[in-house]
């Protein structure tokens, strides 16, 4: 079957650094994305690994091993406006798979 | 100048009817996508064309029907609608469809109540 796992909610504290894992399983695999989501409003691009390794992009950095079934999405330096659902999505079959996302809080 | 947009925004209707939503995206892209966007947050994708042509069908109940004039619109009808149909629906469009590593542009939303 196809599975993706990530935190439910997680909390941290503006300017500090925090990581969001995601393990999946999925038939077939062809990269994987993740997407920020702002309550109320449509998920937007943020990074895309298909090898395994780091790809950095300004504050945010995302982590994929492929062996293991496992990513991770950094955020440094964290702000308010972070403050959003992150969503973890590996791509199969002709599709993306999508997890229900972790919903980041950031306080003051 | 926005790239997929979806029309209306807000739905709000009576269980039994029927109702359309719209969507077009003018980023030349050949793959556009419906999804669905329950309370718990979870993204199914329900449809997939590529240029005009249906390539994702998942589980959705018939009374759901996409058609696509052109490879820029994408729209949903949806008969005789239910309690259960109230989400948000998203359309999506990208490049191309290659094993789904293409990344998607969203619109804005949907957000249908169903009374």
């Known amino acids: 079957g196809q599975n993706i796992d990530q935190p439910t909610e997680m909390t941290a504290t503006e300017g500090a650094i925090v990581q969001i894992n995601c393990t999946y399983q999925t038939s077939g695999f062809n990269g994987l994305f993740w997407y920020q989501q702002h309550a109320g409003e449509a998920p937007t691009f943020l990074s895309y690994?298909?090898l395994d390794g780091l790809e950095e992009k300004g504050r945010f950095s995302s982590f994929l091993s492929r062996s293991k079934g496992y990513s991770y999405l950094l955020l440094k330096e964290l702000q308010m406006k972070d403050s959003a659902s992150y969503l973890c999505a590996p791509g199969s079959n002709y599709q993306l798979i999508w997890g229900a996302g972790t919903k980041l809080i950031i306080k003051p | 100048d926005t790239a997929v947009s979806q029309t209306p925004k807000y739905l709000v209707t009576q269980m039994g009817n029927d109702k359309s939503i719209k969507c077009e995206q003018n980023l030349g892209h050949d793959t556009m996508y419906w999804y669905k966007q329950d309370s718990k947050k979870f993204l199914k994708i329900m449809f997939s064309y590529n240029n005009k042509e249906l390539i994702i069908n998942e589980t959705v109940p018939n009374r759901f029907s996409p058609k696509s004039p052109d490879k820029a619109h994408l729209n949903l009808h949806i008969n005789s609608l239910e309690l259960g149909d109230s989400a948000v629906y998203f359309c999506?469009?990208?490049?191309?469809?290659?094993?789904?590593?293409?990344?998607?542009?969203f619109g804005p939303g949907t957000r249908l109540l169903v009374l």
């Open positions: 999506a469009s990208s490049q191309d469809f290659l094993d789904g590593v293409e990344t998607q542009y």
């Open positions: 690994n298909v």
